[in-house]
């Protein structure tokens, strides 16, 4: 049973997250993450939708500094 707290990106870091699958296409494309609940620890699946899209002047592989700065 997931927590009912409200989850506030304030407290979740990139670091504690992470990418278990990436599915769909298109406006139908979902990416499940996990991540602690910040108030009692949980672990909880989000599923994420896309709501923008912007091309980024980034270099592959992410370094913690280029995350920070986009």
Same mark, same amino acid.
């Given at each position: 049973?997931?927590?009912?707290?409200? %989850?506030?990106?304030?407290? %979740?870091?990139?670091?504690?997250?992470?990418?278990?699958?990436?599915?769909?296409?298109?406006?139908?494309?979902?990416?499940?993450?996990?991540?602690?609940?910040?108030?009692?620890?949980?672990?909880?699946?989000?599923?994420?939708?896309?709501?923008?899209?912007?091309?980024?002047?980034?270099?592959?592989?992410?370094?913690?500094?280029?995350?920070?700065?986009?």
């Amino acid at each position: 049973m997931a927590c009912d707290h409200e %989850l506030d990106s304030e407290y %979740l870091t990139t670091t504690d997250s992470t990418v278990t699958d990436i599915r769909g296409a298109g406006e139908s494309l979902r990416i499940d993450v996990i991540v602690p609940c910040p108030d009692c620890g949980q672990a909880l699946e989000l599923t994420l939708t896309e709501e923008s899209r912007e091309e980024v002047d980034v270099d592959f592989p992410l370094d913690d500094a280029e995350i920070a700065n986009s």
